[in-house]
């Protein structure tokens, strides 16, 4: 017997459509801005690891929530380089690791 999966297309526009807006939102001035103030006001060191890098192009600004995408309050981000930031996405369903991702405004 075959595994099923029913699919619901208008989810997936949904996200698609979602991912495009953030995708243009990191391309402002305002995001640009956000990022350099979040690399120098943690050191260039990634929050999950500790470790420091030069080049930050090795270091990506990670949204903890979901929601309010635009709002660039320093304490719904946290920087983590790229091995972290991978790591946190795989294992977001974890509860220990799943404060650190897609949380939803209270």
Known sequence: RRNC?????NRLDFIKQKA?????FR???RWQLFRKYMLAAHNQTCDFCGKH???TSQLDVHHMFITNYECLD???FMLLCKTCH????KKE????LGK???RVDP
């Open 86 to 89: 991978t790591f946190l996405h």
């Open 20 to 24: 495009e807006q953030h995708a243009k």
């Open 53 to 55: 890098y030069k080049r």
């Open 93 to 96: 369903k974890t509860p220990l």
């Open 74 to 76: 320093e304490k719904r």
């Open 100 to 102: 650190f991702t897609n």
């Open 5 to 9: 999966y029913i699919i619901d297309m």
């Open 27 to 29: 391309e402002t001035p």
